[in-house]
């Protein structure tokens, strides 16, 4: 009898192979058949009209330290995400000497947003080592799978102190054994991979520039020969990539002999600075050097709103008369109270958050009903109010408080160059690239990316009216197998036997991505923002129903991953070959 039978479904199984309709049949969290299923099942779901999918494998998230109080891993298990990778861009939470606690989060805080006071509130660093990193994190059953990677500025502040945060200092010959020794020692524990920042971007909230930003050849020859001698993990690298910098980390990859794993977007200073990066991953490739972009399928973009962490007003005099109301009397005073609205628009001070806001408006939008992320420039806010003859503070004023006040509007401030996402489109549909960059469980004053692979099927499968679409199954593939293959998670984000069962069974017709709003659920009553979606009927890990129909089921079948899983398909191979 076999433990489940999805029946009837429309089956995209995450190899990028067409869709076909078929039952799905599940046994001991495995996959055990697709086609037709014949035979009892301890339970039936009738799949008739619905998609059924592998899971989502989300390899680039911050979940860090959210990892550690909050099993259900919202709002990513929300959006069918069944295997989570965190540790990227050189920060995170391990190693840590006693004492430095307040510095690896004053670095996560201004690296990734996420509030210091949440984070001192939430993470109890039960710790020190890499390892005991993630044996706290395997001491909890969780909605989903995880996986974390050595981050780079922990392990320069272990090994260095204070030093490994001063941009004039470079570590010892002593002080580069120890580094290498500890990520050889993080990888030989299950870590995935080791991340490491080369953004300018990235800056604790004290000011100071990432522990990572100047690490020259020698320190990352020294981690390259670490993660040689561990014969493990991925090298995930955030860069401005300046000219020459690919070609370092690319030096890296290959003397460890481990893949490479970068970011990809576009930058509005340098718009055609990716086209660059991408030629180099082909080149690396080609070379043999394994090595992917993570790119992603929406514009990067700030949410502007009263209670979010960009208020446009913020800075106003006679805004902070009324900062401390609650929001929708905040929002009604704005409205009935002339004098008020007048002076928020006419008096307004002149300063760089204005100054920065004044240009903003120029490439800000409303949402709206449809979650446009692919607005037309025509629709910005300062061209909006120049056709409407009325000042664009004006009308940014009116639009955030209506109603109740929680209205989001959308700044893309990455990915958006041009006004569309035909770059972006290039980027997803580049064979060198898989989807990532949604940052989940950081940003969370600012933006809500971790509904990046609903969006990808909803969007770029359905909605898209301002540009070619992207076929069902190639989109499935660049989620699923595709990024499970980036980190060697070969065991999932496929739908064929003796794969894992992770699923979703998805109404593609009802799928949304929901609207942003801002909750008030972190440690130390901090605020984020979050979408929850409608459409996803069930996800299953393991073969264990986590979510239905949008609501947990309580049952927490997911754990840590440790290092690179082994391909089902393969050792059936080898099986076969034996007999």
């Given at each position: 009898?076999?433990?489940?039978?999805?029946?009837?479904?429309?089956?995209?199984?995450?190899?990028?192979?067409?869709?076909?309709?078929?039952?799905?049949?599940?046994?001991?969290?495995?996959?055990?058949?697709?086609?037709?299923?014949?035979?009892?099942?301890?339970?039936?779901?009738?799949?008739?009209?619905?998609?059924?999918?592998?899971?989502?494998?989300?390899?680039?998230?911050?979940?860090?330290?959210?990892?550690?109080?909050?099993?259900?891993?919202?709002?990513?298990?929300?959006?069918?995400?069944?295997?989570?990778?965190?540790?990227?861009?050189?920060?995170?939470?391990?190693?840590?000497?006693?004492?430095?606690?307040?510095?690896?989060?004053?670095?996560?805080?201004?690296?990734?947003?996420?509030?210091?006071?949440?984070?001192?509130?939430?993470?109890?660093?039960?710790?020190?080592?890499?390892?005991?990193?993630?044996?706290?994190?395997?001491?909890?059953?969780?909605?989903?799978?995880?996986?974390?990677?050595?981050?780079?500025?922990?392990?320069?502040?272990?090994?260095?102190?204070?030093?490994?945060?001063?941009?004039?200092?470079?570590?010892?010959?002593?002080?580069?054994?120890?580094?290498?020794?500890?990520?050889?020692?993080?990888?030989?524990?299950?870590?995935?991979?080791?991340?490491?920042?080369?953004?300018?971007?990235?800056?604790?909230?004290?000011?100071?520039?990432?522990?990572?930003?100047?690490?020259?050849?020698?320190?990352?020859?020294?981690?390259?020969?670490?993660?040689?001698?561990?014969?493990?993990?991925?090298?995930?690298?955030?860069?401005d990539f300046e000219p020459g910098d690919f070609a370092t980390v690319r030096r890296a990859a290959e003397m460890a002999g481990r893949p490479l794993s970068v970011l990809l977007l576009q930058v509005d200073d340098h718009p055609d600075r990716w086209r660059t990066t991408r030629d180099e991953l082909h080149?690396?490739?080609?070379?043999?050097?394994?090595?992917?972009?993570?790119?992603?399928?929406?514009?990067?973009?700030?949410?502007?709103?009263?209670?979010?962490?960009?208020?446009?007003?913020?800075?106003?005099?006679?805004?902070?008369?009324?900062?401390?109301?609650?929001?929708?009397?905040?929002?009604?005073?704005?409205?009935?109270?002339?004098?008020?609205?007048?002076?928020?628009?006419?008096?307004?001070?002149?300063?760089?958050?204005?100054?920065?806001?004044?240009?903003?408006?120029?490439?800000?939008?409303?949402?709206?009903?449809?979650?446009?992320?692919?607005?037309?420039?025509?629709?910005?806010?300062?061209?909006?109010?120049?056709?409407?003859?009325?000042?664009?503070?004006?009308?940014?004023?009116?639009?955030?408080?209506?109603?109740?006040?929680?209205?989001?509007?959308?700044?893309?401030?990455?990915?958006?160059?041009?006004?569309?996402?035909?770059?972006?489109?290039?980027?997803?549909?580049?064979?060198?690239?898989?989807?990532?960059?949604?940052?989940?469980?950081?940003?969370?004053?600012?933006?809500?990316?971790?509904?990046?692979?609903?969006?990808?099927?909803?969007?770029?499968?359905?909605?898209?009216?301002?540009?070619?679409?992207?076929?069902?199954?190639?989109?499935?593939?660049k989620q699923t197998r595709r990024t499970a293959e980036t980190y060697g998670l070969l065991d999932r984000g496929l739908l064929r036997p003796g794969y894992r069962a992770d699923i979703n069974i998805v109404d593609h017709a009802a799928l949304s991505v929901g609207r942003p709003q801002l909750v008030f659920?972190?440690?130390?009553?901090?605020?984020?923002?979050?979408?929850?979606?409608?459409?996803?009927?069930?996800?299953?890990?393991?073969?264990?129903?986590?979510?239905?129909?949008?609501?947990?089921?309580?049952?927490?079948?997911?754990?840590?991953?440790?290092?690179?899983?082994?391909?089902?398909?393969?050792?059936?191979?080898?099986?076969?070959?034996?007999?």
């Open positions: 009898m076999h433990d489940l039978v999805i029946r009837n479904g429309t089956v995209v199984d995450g190899s990028g192979a067409e869709r076909l309709i078929a039952d799905v049949s599940v046994s001991d969290g495995l996959i055990t058949g697709v086609g037709t299923v014949e035979g009892s099942a301890r339970r039936s779901i009738d799949a008739d009209g619905q998609l059924v999918l592998p899971g989502w494998v989300d390899i680039h998230t911050h979940y860090d330290g959210q990892a550690t109080w909050d099993p259900e891993l919202t709002p990513s298990s929300w959006h069918g995400v069944t295997t989570a990778v965190f540790g990227n861009c050189g920060v995170g939470f391990a190693p840590v000497k006693d004492g430095a606690e307040d510095f690896l989060i004053n670095l996560m805080e201004g690296v990734e947003d996420i509030p210091g006071s949440v984070l001192a509130e939430g993470i109890d660093f039960r710790w020190e080592t890499f390892p005991e990193y993630l044996d706290a994190l395997a001491a909890t059953p969780r909605v989903m799978d995880v996986g974390a990677q050595v981050p780079h500025g922990a392990v320069r502040f272990y090994v260095m102190g204070e030093r490994g945060a001063d941009h004039r200092q470079v570590p010892t010959e002593p002080e580069l054994a120890e580094l290498g020794r500890i990520v050889t020692e993080g990888l030989a524990a299950g870590a995935l991979g080791f991340s490491t920042s080369r953004t300018v971007k990235h800056r604790a909230a004290d000011g100071r520039a990432t522990p990572s930003l100047s690490a020259t050849e020698p320190e990352l020859a020294a981690v390259a020969a670490a993660m040689r001698a561990a014969e493990a993990g991925v090298l995930q690298v955030n860069s080149a690396a490739n080609a070379a043999g050097v394994v090595a992917t972009g993570q790119v992603g399928c929406r514009p990067i973009g700030v949410m502007l709103g009263l209670d979010a962490t960009v208020n446009p007003f913020l800075t106003h005099d006679a805004y902070r008369t009324i900062a401390e109301l609650p929001l929708a009397e905040r929002a009604a005073r704005i409205r009935t109270d002339g004098s008020l609205r007048r002076n928020l628009i006419e008096n307004r001070p002149t300063n760089a958050h204005t100054e920065w806001m004044d240009y903003a408006l120029t490439r800000a939008y409303e949402l709206g009903e449809g979650l446009d992320y692919e607005p037309d420039p025509s629709t910005a806010i300062a061209s909006r109010a120049a056709a409407s003859g009325v000042d664009p503070w004006a009308l940014l004023l009116d639009l955030l408080a209506a109603g109740d006040g929680s209205t989001l509007l959308l700044y893309p401030f990455e990915n958006y160059t041009n006004g569309n996402l035909e770059d972006i489109r290039a980027m997803l549909t580049d064979p060198y690239t898989v989807c990532g960059i949604g940052d989940a469980g950081a940003h969370v004053g600012t933006i809500c990316d971790a509904s990046y692979p609903t969006y990808l099927l909803t969007h770029w499968t359905r909605d898209r009216t301002r540009g070619e679409r992207l076929p069902l199954e190639f989109v499935v593939n659920d972190l440690p130390a009553g901090g605020k984020r923002l979050v979408q929850r979606p409608s459409g996803y009927r069930h996800t299953f890990v393991r073969g264990v129903e986590t979510m239905a129909d949008g609501e947990p089921t309580g049952a927490r079948p997911g754990g840590l991953i440790r290092g690179a899983q082994p391909d089902p398909a393969a050792a059936a191979s080898r099986a076969a070959a034996t007999r």
